[in-house]
């Protein structure tokens, strides 16, 4: 363990073997700090706030800040992050408002600069937000997607597994799962089929997700028959993309409308 001794390290924080916390940072009681995690510079580590292993917290970043919601009093709630994340430049991520509540960023995460989690937020494993993206309230980010920088989501929206949300992108609805949702008012532009590969989807998969798309945003079937023929695909990536429709409360960003003359 080495702590720069400019740092402000409260002798309530509980360390693990092998941190190392720079300049000026500062670590307040009752956090929990995993092994071979790096806080550097004027980052600041606020109370009930839990870190998992390996993590990286870069210059200027505040964990654990209380929340920005007018509901707030003070509450004794949490922030909790999992392992191997990195947390660039003047990054915020605030903990829940509500008693016993909890802020909670899975593990392999890359939250660039000045990017912003907000209080109930749940990130899976392996997302990635760009710089200046702003998650209101509540939002739900599934494993692996990709918000691109300058986007702002609001509260209490989801976005569904390897998804993609173009940069500057407004989200006032459910961003659907495996899809590229972009734009102001944001569409549905395609499967994010890069993100689909990389993640090891077989040319099956990606036809079976491609007939779904079809029937889904492009057949203007209402929402139950398009949902009913989507299930006789029986693919798995299909049966997670129905549930998440079915699960949705602010509706989901729709397709694009061609333009005129442009064939569905």
């Known amino acids: 363990m080495a702590i720069h001794p400019t740092a402000v390290v409260d002798p309530g924080a509980r360390l693990g073997a092998g941190i190392l916390i720079g300049p000026h940072a500062v670590i307040e009681a009752n956090t929990d ?19 998992g292993r390996e993590n990286v917290v870069h210059e200027g970043a505040v964990l654990g800040g209380e929340p920005q919601d007018l509901a707030f009093k003070g509450a004794a709630s949490e922030l909790v992050i999992g392992d191997r994340n990195k947390i660039r430049e003047g990054v915020t991520i605030h903990r829940g408002t509500e008693p016993g509540s909890t802020t909670v960023v899975g593990s392999d995460c890359f939250l660039m600069a000045y990017s912003h989690v907000a209080h109930n937020d749940r990130l899976g494993d392996g997302v990635v937000l760009a710089n200046c993206a702003l998650l209101a309230g509540h939002v739900d980010v599934g494993d692996r997607a990709f918000i691109s920088g300058g986007v702002v989501v609001n509260q209490f929206c989801r976005v569904g597994r390897l998804a993609m949300v173009g940069g500057n992108s407004r989200i006032p609805m459910d961003c659907l799962p495996f899809v590229d949702t972009t734009g102001i008012p944001a569409r549905a532009l395609g499967l994010n089929v890069v993100g689909l590969r990389r993640a090891g989807i077989d040319a099956s998969g990606l036809r079976s997700m491609k007939q779904a798309y079809r029937i889904l945003l492009r057949s203007k079937l209402p929402l139950a028959e398009a949902l009913g023929q989507m299930a006789t695909l029986g693919n798995p990536l299909v049966e997670e993309m129905i549930a998440f429709i079915r699960a949705s409360k602010r509706g989901f960003h729709r397709a694009e409308r061609p333009k005129e003359g442009e064939a569905e």
């Open 33 to 51: 700090i995993g092994e071979g995690c790096e806080i550097r510079a004027h980052a600041v580590v606020k109370r009930f706030t839990r870190i």
